[in-house]
């Protein structure tokens, strides 16, 4: 089976400019997130989509929103790059049984972006 | 809001000696605890996970994790390094408490270098 999967896997992009950023899910699995991890650090969280719905969101600016269609695939958006929004960013997919919280994240190998 | 730990960027190890990864956490209510793993250029992939119940959890490629909730800690542990487990590893916590999300957040990582 396949697992996450992440497109494009490097983008090269200027300030100002958008992209979107795009993830399929490990078939079955209706929960995907967002991370973005700048090098050195820790995944930091965007955002969180469950059944098309967004059930959880990071501290990071209106630039960035996403969403997730019916076959639980997901883009992210970042408008008005910015050179600090240079980093890999990672989607994640879940499988979540109602009412639990407690289940592992399993991730794609990200999308690299540069902006220069 | 829940937070994660790691108090050493860097640990070493020589093979075949015992490795502790430290990492603390804070959190309102039930702790749900993860230890993740990231080798070069790819995403992160699941070790273990606290739930409830034994306070020594047992996760892929031999590590363990002891949970202590009076120290509020959650340290990674192997009993025997290898070369191959050098790596960066994150301790993560979900949470998602009172606002109905499901936001796994990360620690900063630690860097693994266990020499031969």
């Known amino acids: 089976d396949a697992g996450v999967t992440q497109s494009p896997t490097h983008l090269i992009k200027t300030r100002g400019q958008q992209v979107t950023l795009r993830c399929s899910p490990i078939s079955g699995h209706k929960s995907v997130s967002w991370y973005q991890q700048v090098l050195g650090q820790g995944p930091q969280f965007i955002f969180q989509?469950?059944?098309?719905?967004?059930?959880g969101r990071g501290n990071f600016p209106d630039r960035f929103s996403a969403r997730q269609f019916p076959n639980y695939s997901s883009e992210l958006n970042v408008n008005a790059l910015l050179l600090g929004d240079s980093a890999l960013y990672l989607c994640a997919s879940s499988w979540i049984p109602k009412g639990a919280t407690n289940e592992k994240l399993f991730f794609g190998s990200g999308t690299q972006l540069s902006v220069l | 809001a829940q937070s994660v730990a790691q108090p050493e960027d860097q640990v070493n190890v020589a093979e075949g000696n015992p490795l502790t990864v430290k990492c603390t956490y804070s959190?309102?209510?039930?702790?749900?605890l993860f230890w993740y793993v990231q080798y070069p250029n790819r995403g992160l992939q699941f070790l273990l996970k606290y739930i409830t119940g034994d306070n020594l959890v047992k996760g892929s490629y031999g590590f363990e994790a002891e949970f202590n909730k009076s120290q509020t800690s959650f340290h990674l542990k192997k009993p025997s390094a290898l070369v191959s487990d050098s790596a960066l590893y994150f301790c993560a916590v979900r949470g998602g408490f009172g606002t109905g999300g499901f936001k796994t957040i990360f620690g900063a990582g630690t860097r693994l270098f266990v020499k031969a």
């Open positions: 959190v309102s209510g039930n702790p749900y």
């Open positions: 989509y469950y059944e098309k719905e967004e059930r």
